[in-house]
């Protein structure tokens, strides 16, 4: 079902009608089938960039499309509610640029952004590690500096795009008590891929470890101060969970309409199964909870676009999308009854896409640490 949408302008509602049909006609046909065969979407990735969706939130300047964060997400919303993997790629691309956008000099964004955010080259965020997940401070992949490059060493885990991306925003140790921020080429000699994780869902979207092994970096791509390294992963990722909000809320409502859907159209004891009252509120407390975690993200945005702090509303958008999602696409495969169960329907897929969410950037019980340190700041 459509979305009636709130639009802070009409001019964005072109965008949004674009990135529906995108999304209707060129990435759900095909979901199903590259997330059973684990297959990377690359091809949708060009097509997106070459719509223009993959740097709306940036500067028009270095070939971004300056609209709004609230209408960025609600075009986000709409492909992850067609494919979660792309949805989640997006998300990630935009996170990835977000470094270099925010921090890196004139000329830094010159040379490298206009390709970043108009689709040529696809990007991933490389903070966690292994032993270094929810305490990402930890890391210890480490870049000495020899001259006018540095000499990179460690192996970042989980990384979305791993082996697929063009350039990797990476966290990494400069000093014994520094972190900084390198924007790496994927072609870097040293830097190589593990096979990718063999996950639950969000299959199409690989996920790998990236091993670096004296991978040599030039010194010009610091981006911000050495030791800055740790301000600028947190601030990408408070942008970075308002776009897990926003795609876990459009997987909720694929969810939701699924389940309508079906029970519009299945009868027992001689009748729609939706005129069942345990179904109508089933199903309305479902409507209830994509609705309220739509309007929680939006809120968020809506104060990120006017310059207010916002990072305690991301962490609440993340933590009530993410758990929405997984609520909702539980209770739609359980509308579907058997059939919600099979392959036959996406709903069991949804469910199984619905966990990542709850757990990557910054799983949901760190956002509670997040929120309740924010009430002690008070
Ligand atoms: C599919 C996928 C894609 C990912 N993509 C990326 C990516 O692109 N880039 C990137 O850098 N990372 C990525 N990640 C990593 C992700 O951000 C981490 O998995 C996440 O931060 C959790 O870290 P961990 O897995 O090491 O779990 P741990 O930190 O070991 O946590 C295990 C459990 O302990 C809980 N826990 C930990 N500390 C506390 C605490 N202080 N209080 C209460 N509970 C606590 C956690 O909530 C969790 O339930 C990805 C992960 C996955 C699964």
Known sequence: MPVDRLLPDREYADLLALATELARDELKPLAAEYEEAERFPREQ??????????????????????????VYLQVLEEIAAAWMSVGVGLSVQTMSCFALAHYGTDEQRDRWLPGMLEGQLLGAYALSESHAGSDAAALSTRARLNGDHYVVNGTKAWITHGGQADFYTTMVRTGEDEISC???????????????????????????????????????????????????????????????????????????????????????????IIDFQGLEFLLADMAAAVDSARATYLDA??????????????????????????????????????????????????????????????TNQIQRMIIARHLKRA
């Open 45 to 70: 990735f060009r097509l997106l960039g070459k719509s223009g969706l993959l740097g709306l939130p940036y500067s028009e300047r270095w070939g971004g499309g300056d609209v709004p964060y609230e």
């Open 182 to 272: 390198l924007l790496i080429d994927g072609n870097t000699p040293g830097l190589s891929a593990a096979p990718p994780e063999r996950k639950m869902g969000l299959t199409g979207s690989t996920t790998a470890q990236i091993i670096f092994s004296d991978a040599r970096v030039d010194a010009d791509r610091l981006i911000g101060p050495a030791g800055a390294g740790m301000r600028i992963a947190l601030s990408s990722l408070d942008s970075g969970r308002l776009g897990i909000a926003a795609c876990a809320v459009g997987l909720a409502q694929a969810a939701l309409d699924e389940a309508v859907a079906y029970a519009k159209g299945r009868t027992q004891f001689g009748k729609p």
């Open 301 to 362: 945005a809506r104060r990120r676009d006017r310059g207010m702090p916002f990072g305690r509303q991301a962490s609440v958008a993340k933590l009530i999308a993410t758990d929405a999602a997984m609520k909702v696409t539980t209770d739609a495969v359980q509308v579907l009854g058997g059939a919600g169960y099979t392959r036959d329907f996406p709903v069991e897929r949804y469910m199984r896409e619905a966990k990542v969410p709850q757990i990557f950037e910054g």
